[in-house]
């Protein structure tokens, strides 16, 4: 059990039923009444971000979330799978809990995984990963130095926007926090 005094920001709880990392707390001592913990939680579950306020000295179970490598193996359908190389454990997740991730993942790429109690909670990409352009209108002659742009296609079905020179089977480099072009690899 964790009291309100030992909230800081990171710190996983679990409030009735439903895990939630702190994003923000502060500590409030008002003139007048008892002091309180107003807080800023995201749900890990769907991602929905929660403000609550908790009286001074309240207690709130705290939860242990694991944090492991994993290695994306393969999708079938909806369900991505993952294995933990030290010991081959096995886990699955659906595409709707991915979310975004989806668009990044090639085969025995290693991303980093939270669990909760065995269970599969949350996948991150590596922030910059190289994709090959499977699909690529083609660019127009001269058009190499203008800072227009077109739409290709990921070897993982991905579809972003590039400078008009970039061709089929070029490697792109494509940070993942925002889904956009770096750099030609």
């Known amino acids: 059990m964790a009291s309100t005094s030992e909230f800081k920001s990171g710190l996983t709880i679990k409030l009735e039923g439903q895990l939630y990392q702190i994003i923000e707390f502060q500590h409030v001592k008002p003139g007048k009444g008892g002091a309180f913990v107003r807080t800023k939680m995201r749900n890990l579950t769907n991602g929905n971000v929660h403000e609550r306020t908790f009286r001074a000295g309240d207690k709130v179970e705290d939860a242990f979330i694991e944090y492991k490598k994993l290695q994306f193996m393969y999708s079938s359908g909806e369900e991505y799978h993952f294995m933990e190389e030290k010991t081959f454990e096995q886990f699955q997740i659906s595409a709707e809990q991915l979310g975004d991730v989806t668009h990044y993942l090639k085969e025995n790429m290693i991303v980093n995984a939270s669990s909760y109690e065995g269970k599969l909670m949350n996948v991150e990409a590596p922030m910059f990963v190289e994709l ?34 970039i061709e089929v089977g070029n490697v792109l480099k494509i940070d993942t926090r925002t889904g956009e072009y770096v750099e030609r690899v």
């Open 132 to 165: 090959k352009v499977v699909e690529a209108e083609p660019g127009l002659k001269g058009d190499t130095a203008k800072s227009g742009t077109k739409s290709v296609k990921l070897e993982t079905g991905y579809t972003i926007q590039v400078p008009l020179f």
